[in-house]
């Protein structure tokens, strides 16, 4: 790729950055070569432990076994919070924008502190102990937040579920996790509307018995249904409360939290956490990727919801003692200037978000940011998918004013941190690439048969060979589909499900994913979780769901329905399958298209070919390939006859 545009590091970055091209490049051959002093001097000046560990890593990838600082204890709430109150106890720690222009609040380290040992004692009283696990179904408010780290404070194990999220989703969540309590607002606000959580969570507890106690945030004072002996309200717990609350002293292998993630089968997978190694790799990759000075204010925009939110809202940032901003709205409320109102307003230096964002931004057109003063930014990030040049440029050009330089971020839900990232004051820039391993991360590339592809340029499937520190360490009540679907494949190597290419210069590219996992405007979804919702409806037979390209959602939803014999297809049925599918998953599932599919094309053996549906998804007809290998090749041929326009 010879056209590429290199953006090389300005001066004035790499003099004031933490990490410059020389450093990164003598500390990560270290972090290679001698990985235990790397990480060991790494959890010595990040981390406050109240027992050192042991030993700095052990692992067999074969046997999916990972540790790191065994034996080291530590508690993840005394990190974010008690040790920041002697040196920055008045500083914002939590800085709260409102869906709502007009409203905002801040929390001080002190403030925070105070309430989350406050709400730790609530949960207490609750009944929750160590290692229980805790549900949090809640809005973009601190009290998400204030209820992570009061689980951290217990040893209670978090697993946020995304607010979007329907109550069947939610069900199966907590059905899974055997959660004992759930934390959930009355209602969530964004972009103007509310949407009833507590009522979806009631809806959801009628089959989940392990939940005990439901928690409930007052955000809107709208009216809900309340179950005596069941429910508490936050602030009444809050009122009772002590803000004494010691902490729970946590070995650097319990679990901190689980995050529920979607894989290549319909069952959502429990990714699961622990507590040393990933607080560490949260707090470095925060530091380093987005240069994070003393007294920046730093806002990512991702909700609590996704791991984005777990990393770089809550953990790394407050880890740091750094100023975190929380949003509870949308990009375009009251309209498509509200981030870089909110930019202007808290005087934000490092900004976070994803391609999704900027494209549907972007498309609004370039005078909803001239209105604004975005002269505080000097570091811009970019996570969840690939970004395409066109969006990189003008995200460089229009939002960073050509001076700020932009990480783009490749890393997953079961990678805890960012693992392949361009540093600002190290990394030349090339647009739509995440460039360079992070500290301590080893990829490879391989062939189908699992062969390492070696030289530049190269493509193949990406691998990882040593474990890092804030890497997942099973999944929930599943280890051995924790080993199937990560270790398997390849042995002795990670596989996160992605492909890449590595040009001439040794820089990667992510070009997607490689199993059967979309991603739709950053949110990862299993093919299979959308049919099995849709089989679910009785109208319909069989599904088969792919993801094709979309301008601003970067993958849409495409589905081929097959109707039960004598269903009639009609538009009517096509709004409601949409909205079956959006009350099953939620609306971040919703299908983008629904081709009625007489048949889908099948080999003889029973297996859908989805080669096939993208080509036709995509209108690129000429390049279907050999059709002849087909059970019915006519099934082909009604398919590109009846593609919907769209
Ligand atoms: C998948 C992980 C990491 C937090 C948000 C998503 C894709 C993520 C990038 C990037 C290209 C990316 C990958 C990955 N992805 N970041 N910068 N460039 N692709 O976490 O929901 O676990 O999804 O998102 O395909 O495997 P997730």
Not at 6 to 28: F, G, W
Not at 125 to 140: F, L, N, S, T, W
């Amino acid at each position: 790729m010879s056209d590429v545009h290199i953006h090389k590091v300005p001066k004035a970055v790499a003099d004031h950055a933490h990490i410059n091209k020389e450093v990164y490049e003598a500390e990560y051959q270290r972090s290679i070569e001698d990985t235990k002093g790397f990480w060991d001097e790494k959890a010595r000046e990040f981390l406050t432990w109240s027992k050192p560990w042991d030993v700095t890593v052990e692992h067999d990838f074969p046997k999916g076994e990972v540790k790191w600082f065994t034996g080291g204890k530590l508690n993840v709430s005394v990190n974010c919070l008690d040790r920041h109150l002697e040196t920055r106890g008045d500083q914002p720690a939590i800085i709260w924008e409102s869906d709502d222009p007009a409203v905002d609040k801040t929390y001080t380290y002190k403030e925070l502190h105070a309430e989350v040992c406050r709400f730790a004692n609530g949960l207490k009283a609750e009944g929750v102990k160590k290692g229980d696990r805790v549900c949090i179904y809640m809005p973009m408010v601190a009290e998400a937040a204030i209820a992570m780290l009061a689980c951290a404070r217990i040893g209670a194990v978090h697993l946020v579920v995304f607010g979007g999220f329907s109550p069947d989703a939610l069900k199966d969540r907590l059905l899974d996790s055997e959660a004992a309590v759930i934390i959930v607002a009355d209602e969530s606000v964004r972009g103007g509307k509310a949407v009833p959580l507590k009522a979806n969570a009631d809806q959801a507890l009628k089959s989940c018995p392990s939940v005990k106690s439901v928690v409930v945030v007052q955000r809107t004072g709208g009216s809900i249904d309340w179950t005596d002996g069941r429910d508490v309200w936050y602030h009444d717990l809050l009122e009772n409360a002590s803000d004494d609350c010691p902490a729970e002293e946590m070995d650097s292998e319990d679990p901190l939290f689980i995050l529920y993630t979607s894989g290549s089968t319909g069952k959502p997978k429990g990714v699961l956490h622990t507590t040393g190694g990933y607080l560490l790799h949260a707090a470095v990759s925060h530091k380093y990727v987005f240069d994070y000075h003393d007294g920046d204010v730093y806002w990512c925009t991702a909700d609590v919801g996704w791991v984005t939110g777990h990393t770089y809202i809550v953990y790394g940032p407050l880890a740091n003692g750094a100023q975190t901003l929380m949003f509870e709205g949308v990009p375009t409320y009251p309209d498509a200037s509200r981030f870089w109102k909110v930019v202007e307003k808290h005087k934000v230096n490092i900004f976070y978000t994803a391609p999704t964002a900027i494209r549907a931004l972007m498309a609004k057109g370039d005078d909803y940011v001239k209105t604004c003063d975005l002269s505080s930014l000097r570091v811009l990030g970019s996570v969840g998918e690939p970004i395409n040049p066109e969006a990189w440029e003008w995200y460089h050009k229009v939002i960073g004013g050509g001076r700020c330089p932009i990480v783009d971020t490749w890393w997953q839900t079961e990678t805890g941190g960012i693992l392949m990232t361009p540093l600002p004051g190290a990394t030349d820039l090339k647009a739509g690439s995440a460039m360079q391993p992070f500290f301590g991360i080893e990829f490879g590339l391989v062939d189908n048969e699992g062969n390492e592809v070696t030289g530049n340029p190269a493509e193949g499937i990406l691998v990882i060979k040593k474990p890092w520190p804030g890497m997942f360490r099973t999944l929930f009540g599943d280890h051995q589909r924790y080993i199937d679907a990560y270790f398997a494949n390849y042995p002795g190597m990670y596989f996160p499900g992605d492909g890449a290419r590595r040009d001439k210069d040794g820089d990667y590219w992510i070009t997607g994913r490689v199993d059967d996992v979309i991603n739709v405007s950053g949110h990862r979804m299993g093919t299979a979780e959308v049919e099995s919702a849709l089989v679910l409806h009785p109208a319909v037979a069989e599904a088969a769901v792919i993801g094709y390209p979309h301008d601003i959602k970067g993958q849409g939803i495409y589905t081929f329905v097959t109707l039960m014999d004598g269903v009639e297809a009609t538009d009517e049925l096509r709004q409601e399958l949409v909205n079956h599918v959006r009350k099953e998953i939620g609306p971040i599932a919703s299908p983008d298209v629904i081709q009625w599919a007489p048949g889908l094309p099948k080999t003889r053996s029973g297996k859908i070919m989805r080669r096939i549906l993208r080509k036709i998804s995509e209108n690129l007809i000429d390049e279907l390939g050999d059709t002849s290998t087909l059970a019915d090749p006519s099934v082909v041929d009604d398919l590109i006859a009846n593609r919907p326009s769209q």
